[in-house]
């Protein structure tokens, strides 16, 4: 009869390599997705105007100490 007494050596060997392949993968894809994630932030970030952007401009038409 099938899965009487206990898993014999080589099966636990293959069981443990099966769990670590898997968790190989697992890293790889959560790598991916997370790169991906970063390049979509990166691409999206230039698009956005940023809100110092024109007080930087100000500041630039007028030094500090010129202000009336």
Do not use: I, Y
């Amino acid at each position: 009869m099938a899965g009487r007494g206990n898993p014999s050596f080589l099966k636990n060997q293959k069981a443990k390599k099966r769990v670590e392949k898997a968790n190989e993968k697992r890293a790889a894809r959560q790598a991916r997705h997370a790169e991906k994630a970063a390049a979509r932030a990166a691409a999206k970030a230039p698009d956005e105007p940023s809100p110092e952007q024109p007080e930087s401009e100000v500041d630039a038409l007028n030094p500090p100490g010129t202000e009336e």
